[in-house]
Structures are given as structure tokens and as C-alpha cells.
């Protein structure tokens, strides 16, 4: 298995602010996942985070607005830019070592003002 | 982006039923899994199923990926209390993203 660990776990910002979620692995995965959900709901991907290289994002997401990090096999950042209260959600990042399974981090809740 | 849909949505039964999940695509995944997830926590994986007409058993949890590979359900019985959370299939597409389902909120009450 893989345990992973988000910052913050939760944070309150003021509309046109940026925040960055950092998610850590504590062992090398192949793959790892941004997701969105609201409280309740399904997840929706926003993107494949991609060592070394531009992320992939999913329709309806763009990098000016969730730039993504990751600079190696067990870190990764996503920065939510210019927030409004649209974007009030958890955010969770995953990793998957190809194995399809998939683990998560307990999600980072985020709320705008 | 390739749908999933669960249903039903929300389920409330008493302790000692059973029960069964449906998540149905029109497409078709290289595997599927199912994670429960409970309030302010992450979801976890309770299962991985790839191969069609596969059907794995987790004590009380039957789960059963469909013949062609596009759908697939979860049976749960005898229910107790702490089967109560968020239940989701998720698709793994041929490009190895994870697409989810729409959720299924289980209530299950003493």
C-alpha cells in the first residue's frame, strides 16, 4: 500500500487568491491523480500529473487555472488560481504504482469567500 | 470524460438487509474498482475486478464485473452500521485514468 498525506487539510481564502495543495507519497508511484468532489459526491479528475512533464488535464480544466507540479516520483503539487466561490471543493490527490489500484490522500477542503 | 452511472443514489436500510449497487457504462474499462469512503477521509479501495463475468468476494461484500466488461455491481449482506459511507466505482480507461461513478450514499441503521 501507499500513504499518502495532503497540506493543508482544509483553508478559508478570499476570492482571487491562489492556493497550493501539496500532496506526498510516502513511496515511488507510477501515476498520480487530481481530484475534485463536492461533499457527498462523486470525484471528478482534473488532471494526470506527469513527472517531468506538462500535466494532463481532463475536459472543463486548464493549467492557467490548476497549475500542476511534480518534480519526482513522490510529490506533487496543485495550485488553484485566482479562486472564487466556484471553486469551493475537496481536492484529493491519488497515486497508483500501475497496478490499478489507486490510493488517496484524505483531501485538502477548501473553502471561498 | 466517460460516464458511470450508480444507482440507486441514495439507499437507507435497516441492520440485517440486503442490498446491491449497480454502476453501468456505456463503455468499456480495462478494470473497474469499488471504494468506500467515509466523511473527511479519502475514498478507500475495497476492490479490483478485470477480467468479465469475474466475481470476487470480501466477506459480506460480493462484488461482479459484467461479460463485456462495462458494468458492474456490489451485493452486500446482512448490512451492519459500518457499511454506512459513500460507495464509488471507478473505471480505469485505456489511457489509465480513473473515471468514477456518480456515488451511492448507504445508510445502514441499527
Known amino acids: 500500500s501507499a500513504v499518502i498525506s495532503q497540506k493543508p487539510s482544509r483553508d478559508i481564502c478570499q476570492r482571487g487568491t491562489s492556493l497550493t495543495i501539496q500532496c506526498q507519497v510516502d513511496?515511488?508511484?507510477?501515476?498520480m491523480f487530481w481530484y475534485r468532489q463536492q461533499p457527498g459526491q462523486s470525484l471528478t479528475l482534473i488532471a494526470t500529473?506527469?513527472?517531468?512533464?506538462?500535466?494532463?488535464?481532463e475536459s472543463g480544466f486548464v493549467i492557467d487555472k490548476f497549475p500542476i507540479s511534480r518534480p519526482n516520483l513522490t510529490f506533487s503539487t496543485l495550485t488553484v488560481s485566482n479562486m472564487s466561490p466556484e471553486d469551493s471543493s475537496i481536492y484529493l490527490c491519488?497515486?497508483?504504482?500501475?497496478?490499478?489500484?489507486?490510493?488517496f490522500g484524505p483531501g485538502t477542503r477548501l473553502t471561498v469567500l | 470524460t466517460q460516464l458511470l452511472e450508480q444507482s440507486p443514489q441514495f439507499l437507507s436500510i435497516q441492520e440485517g438487509e440486503n442490498l446491491t449497487v449497480y454502476c453501468n457504462s456505456s463503455s468499456v474499462f480495462s478494470s473497474l474498482q469499488w471504494y468506500r469512503q467515509e466523511p473527511g477521509e479519502g475514498p478507500v479501495l475495497l476492490v479490483t475486478?478485470?477480467?468479465?463475468?469475474e466475481v470476487k468476494k470480501l466477506k459480506r461484500l460480493t462484488f461482479q464485473f459484467g461479460d463485456a466488461r462495462k458494468d458492474s455491481s456490489l451485493h452486500i449482506t446482512a448490512a451492519q452500521p459500518g457499511d454506512t459511507g459513500l460507495y464509488l466505482c471507478a473505471g480505469k480507461s485505456t489511457g489509465n485514468q480513473f473515471y468514477f461513478g456518480t456515488g451511492t450514499s448507504l445508510t445502514v441503521i441499527p
Open positions: 475486478v478485470v477480467t468479465g463475468g
Open positions: 491519488s497515486g497508483d504504482r500501475g497496478t490499478d489500484t489507486q490510493y
Open positions: 513511496s515511488q508511484v507510477t501515476m
Open positions: 500529473a506527469n513527472q517531468g512533464s506538462e500535466a494532463t488535464y
